[in-house]
C-alpha cells in the first residue's frame, strides 16, 4: 500500500488549502481513509475521515471548516481546508486501515497499519 499526499504550503490566517492523498496498491472491501495531523510536541490527532461506504467523520475543532472527501476512481482523498487558523498548523499525514470507520476509533492513530510520509501546513496570523 502507497499513501502520497500533497497540497501542503503556508498561507495567511482564514486562507484556504486543499490536501491530496493518492492511494494505491491496496485492496480492502471495506475500509477507513482518515487524514491526521501532528504538531511539534504534540500527539498526532485525527483530523477526519471517510468510510468505504461514504460516511464522514470530524474532529470538533474543524467542523464546518474542512471537508473529506474521496474520488473512489481516482483512488485519492481530499482534505478540503478552509478558514485556517494559526493552530491548524501541523504535519498532516494520510492515514488507511482495512476495517471501516468506527465512531470513536477513527481518531486513534494506533488503529491504521498504512500511512503516507505527511504534508506541512503552516498558518500564519
Known amino acids: 500500500v502507497q499513501l502520497v499526499e500533497s497540497g501542503g504550503g503556508s498561507v495567511q490566517a482564514g486562507g484556504s488549502l486543499r490536501l491530496s492523498c493518492a492511494a494505491s496498491?491496496?485492496?480492502?472491501?471495506?475500509?477507513?481513509m482518515g487524514w491526521f495531523r501532528q504538531a511539534p510536541g504534540k500527539e498526532r490527532e485525527g483530523v477526519a475521515a471517510?468510510?468505504?461506504?461514504?460516511?464522514?467523520w470530524y474532529t470538533d475543532s474543524v467542523k464546518g471548516r474542512f471537508t473529506i472527501s474521496k474520488d473512489n476512481a481516482k483512488n485519492i482523498l481530499y482534505l478540503q481546508m478552509n478558514s485556517l487558523k494559526p493552530e491548524d498548523t501541523a504535519m498532516y499525514y494520510c492515514?488507511?486501515?482495512?476495517?471501516?470507520?468506527?465512531?470513536?476509533?477513527?481518531?486513534?492513530?494506533?488503529?491504521?497499519?498504512?500511512w503516507g510520509q505527511g504534508t506541512q501546513v503552516t498558518v500564519s496570523s
Open positions: 471517510v468510510g468505504s461506504d461514504g460516511p464522514t
Open positions: 496498491g491496496y485492496r480492502y472491501g471495506s475500509y477507513c
Open positions: 492515514a488507511l486501515r482495512g476495517l471501516d470507520c468506527a465512531s470513536g476509533s477513527w481518531s486513534l492513530p494506533y488503529r491504521f497499519n498504512h
